[in-house]
């Protein structure tokens, strides 16, 4: 009985390693076809992207303390980032599967068979173990279905770290803006303070018949329309809050939020830290985002689609074995000489299909054509994300230093149009206008360093959260 089990299990085992052997149909991967630059610059030569070490990490990237505390509180409880992290595990799950086909599912079973032949009544006992139906992979077509669903939870995987990376960036951009919509709340309070003076100066005067209704209402007007600036000021800092909460998955302490100092127009302390990318930086850079490996990742499973569909036009080789013993007596049935056993290999050969099996197999080639474009596609975005974050960020520092000079320049011209206004050298609408000129200055230096800022997040992601290895390290 031991010696015909032995002997069984060494026929499959030997008939399975070597007929799996056959080969597989998997299409080779090509080489990457799209040119880039080889620097972000556009006067820079094209060439081929190749691959490129990984270096510094986005958590080294932050250097305020309660953004970072944000960003770590929307990566625990944003629920989008949630539902991929469940898409992980689905595909997961997924991969589990096939890959337990590739193993021989093995069922015992018990059974007690009472029949009636012949006027004669008899009871046979039986146990055995049973090999199902298994499939030896000739074509590799189990392995390529294996292969196809591996790299689509690597390519699962990396969509999640996508989305973690463009969740950073939202949050980031979110905790700016809230910034600055403070300052410029700030500022609007500011000038509605102001211009809440200059009418109960003008109203005064228009009392003692010093100024006409016509200045009177001059100030009026000046003063309705910064008070409405600072009504819509605060509705957007409520809603730039919430929008911020939203992203968290949860409401925020104020000790978490951006502070907003007497004077708004003191240079805020960087939030972020970005040292200057070095002139050279090689756009294989881009192979690293995740964005950029998850389109990879797809185009390998496509490629192993094919080779499955390929391999289910050939003839499939199944094995059946059971093992067991029998016997018309319960106590007998392990005795000597009640054993049994069976191999039953099983092939199945294709003949005719109606074309379903070649369709199937256009239907593969033409999906793989369609990820090679996408996986181009995603390159070329990529490139161009870049390119565009390094155009605008060489222009930000001098754009900046215009911004400064302007609001001084702004300043010094409301200092003398009030000084001259007083001394009855100018009236009082130069005024009023040199105050709007240095009101819409600072909010556009406001608006000026708040796109600083979100220039090196949108360069940090562009960048897949890190740059070259070689490179400085924040």
Sequence with gaps: MK????????????????????GSLVPAREADTVRLRDDFRLDAPLSAATGAEAGS??????????????????????RSLRASAAAVERVRAQYAITQADRIPDLDASTSATRQRVAGNT????????????????LFDRLGSLQGAALVRFLGQQETQAAARLSLVAEVSNAWLALAAEQQRLRLAEALRDSQ???????????????????????????????????????????????????????????TLLPQVGDDPMLAPAAVTALPSVPAGLPSSVLLQRPDVRA??????AAAFDVGAARAARFPRLSL?????????????????????????????????????RAAQVAVTQASRQQAIANYEGVLQTAFREVADALAVRDSLAERLAAGTAQVQSAQRSLTLAEASYR?????????LDAQRQLSTAQQALVTL??????????????????????????
């Design 57 to 78: 990490e986005w958590d080294a990237f932050f250097t305020e303390p309660r953004l970072r505390q944000v960003v770590g509180l929307a990566l625990q409880h944003n």
């Design 196 to 254: 809440q003076r200059s009418l109960d100066l003008t109203e005064q005067q228009y009392r003692l018949g010093a100024v006409s209704g016509l200045v009177r209402a001059r100030a009026q007007t000046a003063f309705e329309a910064a008070r409405g600036e600072a009504a819509r000021s605060r509705a957007a800092v409520t809603q730039a809050r919430l929008q911020l909460e939203l992203l968290a998955g949860q409401p925020l302490d104020e």
């Design 295 to 300: 389109a990879e990742q797809q185009l390998q």
């Design 449 to 474: 360093r708040q796109a600083e800022q979100a220039n090196r997040v949108a360069l940090l992601r562009a960048l897949g959260g890190r740059w070259d290895a070689g490179g400085p390290t924040p």
């Design 423 to 431: 001394l009855g050298a100018s009236s009082q609408l130069e005024w």
């Design 3 to 22: 010696a015909r089990i032995t002997w069984v299990v060494l026929a499959t085992a030997v008939l399975s390693g070597t007929l799996a052997g056959c």
């Design 320 to 356: 059946t074995a059971t093992v067991g013993t029998r016997s018309p007596e319960l106590d007998g049935l392990f005795k000597s000489g009640t054993g049994f056993w069976s191999l039953v290999p099983q092939l199945d050969l294709p003949l005719f299909d109606g074309g379903a």
């Design 122 to 137: 008899a009871t046979t006992y039986a146990v055995s173990v049973g090999l199902a139906r298994y499939e030896i992979d």
